[in-house]
């Protein structure tokens, strides 16, 4: 039994241990880990067409992206109301060319930089976004007509995600990688060394202007890399925001701005980017078509390609799933976004004992859907935005024509709709096709809308027959109550991503590739193989020790005296190195032996 003296001794001793380790602790860090630098804060004013109930641009009677008569020219307008924006420069040729020049002499002391001169540039953009979050869902909205809950999900979150991945694991990603030499080669030391490309190039989509814009401009920046991103037309008028803010961000940090080029305009510019000499690789996200095009002028250079091209998500619905979680979330990877994304659920399998359950609960939901304007209806209620692109709308109702003249029943929707408040905005009905089964042309065909397609099915067989009709192969989702049986049934599919129970979040799992098989494209990007797809994989080898070099034995020097002794000493190396045996190996060694005598 210790006395109160041995308690006070014991407490002191404490106190010092607590006092060294700590002590240790900080010498430690001082001396062996230079202190991160930090982000820097900046300002940027957001532009007055993002504040809600902005009302000064006039509403454009047939909104288009072609200014009439100055086709130099880009008509930006919102497409939750029609309207106008203003109207942006498209870029030329000979602009595209000046800036993939300055972007390549920027470079060239980018690429000097320390990772951790990179993560302030990060951690100063993670700042800012993570301040600014309202006024970025705000410009996001007004280009794309989406809602604000949709904008942060899809805009802030993902890209704050890659930023904080980035950051933190970014580094070890791209550090030297040591190999084994293998027996022959033990005196050497061998690594793999990821070396930035040069001028890397990023054509993206719309439907996320500000997260499917800043995303390639993370990983190139941290992987040493200057980038030029060619936006969409169909989103031009936010671009300019959203190049102020990485320029802003390089500036404080005392980088060159010019590292980072920004160009919008139509399929002349996107060509020229994707043939021109100057561009080191090439990341496109889009559609399939489009992605031929751009695979074809990359081929001209043999300019290296990642090609993110959409898919047909599918999810997979088994009689055991926990409904009251696997609807909310089906219903969100339908609605979110008006469905305008590369992973969004465009096809429901549900196994045949809950379809009726199923059907009946999805119908009640997709007519409750409210459609309108965010940052211009108020509180009235909005949780379904606009779509950015109109000219699409006839080919939807041909889909759902064609899916219903085959026995499919549209129980909601199916047409676009005129909203009373924005008669010129761009919207289209949420829509519950149901009975559908493979041989209809929805079921091939991405809808890129706002239409949950909902199919029946008997069995895992049956499920993974049906899902593998259609050329896509970019995410998918199983929900069932048996973890082995959801695991089995989404490793089974030919996809690049699977969720089990949840939908899209391997995209939130930065750590993780992004990218699909079959006609939804090749390559990936997030996680370290989408950091080393903008590097050089440059392998890399040196003498072990200053005094062990290669040497070339006099037998086979050249010029070389006895052809055939060479050919039986060289014979001889090869079993001695990679006999399974040992003593095959010594049996070798005593021949190279005696042949080198």
């Not at 002191?12 to 001082?30: H, I, K």
């Not at 951790?116 to 007004?142: D, P, S, Y």
């Not at 904008?151 to 890209?159: H, S």
């Not at 069995?459 to 192969?473: A, M």
Request: net charge neutral.
């Amino acid at each position: 039994m210790c006395c109160v003296s041995d308690l006070f001794q014991c407490e002191s001793l404490l106190q010092v241990v607590v006092a060294v380790v700590a002590g240790g602790a900080v010498l430690y860090f001082g001396l062996f880990h230079k202190a991160s630098m930090p982000a820097i804060p900046f300002e940027l004013k957001p532009p007055a067409e993002s504040q809600p109930g902005w009302k000064s641009g006039e509403i454009l009677d047939q909104p288009s992206i072609f200014a009439e008569g100055r086709p130099g020219l880009i008509q930006c307008f919102d497409p939750a109301t029609g309207r106008s924006l203003g109207q942006v420069p498209a870029t030329t040729v000979e602009q595209l060319n000046d800036k993939l020049k300055r972007a390549r002499q920027a470079q060239k002391s980018w690429a000097l930089t320390t990772f951790e001169q990179r993560r302030q540039v990060l951690r100063t953009l993670n700042e800012f976004v993570l301040k600014h979050q309202r006024e970025i869902c705000q410009v996001a909205c007004r280009d794309s007509g989406k809602t604000l809950i949709d904008a942060t999900l899809g805009e802030v979150l993902t890209t704050n995600a890659k930023l904080q991945w980035t950051i933190k694991n970014g580094e070890n990603a791209l550090k030297d990688d040591s190999r084994d030499p293998g027996f022959m080669m033990m005196y050497k030391r061998a690594k793999v060394v990821y070396q930035p490309r040069g001028v890397v190039a990023a054509l993206v989509s719309w439907n996320y202007p500000f997260h499917n814009t800043v995303g390639p401009v993370i990983s190139a920046l941290f992987s040493g890399n200057a980038i030029v991103v060619k936006a969409s037309e169909h989103v031009a008028w936010s671009m300019a925001y959203w190049e102020q803010m990485v320029k802003r961000a390089l500036n404080v940090c005392g980088h060159d701005p010019e590292l980072v080029q920004f160009v919008t305009g139509f399929a002349d510019i996107g060509s020229a980017l994707t043939m021109s000499p100057l561009v080191d690789h090439i990341t496109f996200i889009g559609s399939p078509e489009v992605g031929k095009l751009v695979m074809k002028s990359a081929s001209a250079n043999l300019t290296p390609v990642t090609l993110e091209l959409g898919g047909k998500d599918c999810a997979i619905v088994f009689a055991d799933a926990d409904m009251s979680q696997c609807i909310p979330v089906l219903m969100r990877g339908v609605i979110q976004n008006a469905s305008q994304n590369c992973i969004g659920i465009e096809r429901i399998l549900v196994q045949e004992g809950a379809y009726d359950k199923f059907v009946a609960e999805m119908e009640r939901r997709i007519k409750a859907v409210r459609l309108g304007a965010v940052l211009d209806d108020g509180d009235a209620g909005v949780d379904c935005g606009a779509m950015v692109l109109s000219n699409c709308f006839g080919r939807l109702e041909s889909l759902i024509a064609d899916a219903v003249s085959k026995g499919a029943r549209c129980l909601v929707g199916g047409h676009p709709y005129v909203h009373p408040r924005h008669p010129r905005g761009q919207y289209f009905e949420p829509t519950l096709l149901v009975d559908v089964t493979p041989d209809m042309d929805i079921t091939r065909n991405e809808t890129f809308g706002p239409i949950m397609v909902i199919m029946k099915f008997k069995d895992e067989q049956d499920s993974l027959d049906k899902v593998h009709s259609s050329p896509y192969g970019l995410g998918s989702s199983v929900f069932s109550g048996d973890r082995e049986r959801g695991r089995r049934v989404a490793l089974k599919l030919r996809t690049g991503m699977a969720n089990v129970n949840d939908f899209g979040v391997n995209y939130i799992c930065q750590a993780l590739p992004f990218g699909g098989v079959g006609i939804s494209g090749f390559g990936r990007f997030a996680g370290p193989e989408g950091l080393r797809a903008l590097c050089v994989e440059k392998a890399f080898t040196e003498d072990r020790f200053p005094f062990v070099k290669t040497p070339i034995p006099p037998i086979v020097d050249y010029p070389i005296q006895d052809t055939e002794k060479g050919y039986q000493f060289t014979q001889q190396i090869v079993a001695f190195a990679y006999s399974d045996s040992w003593w095959a190996s010594i049996k070798a060694g005593l021949r190279l032996g005696k042949l080198s005598m």
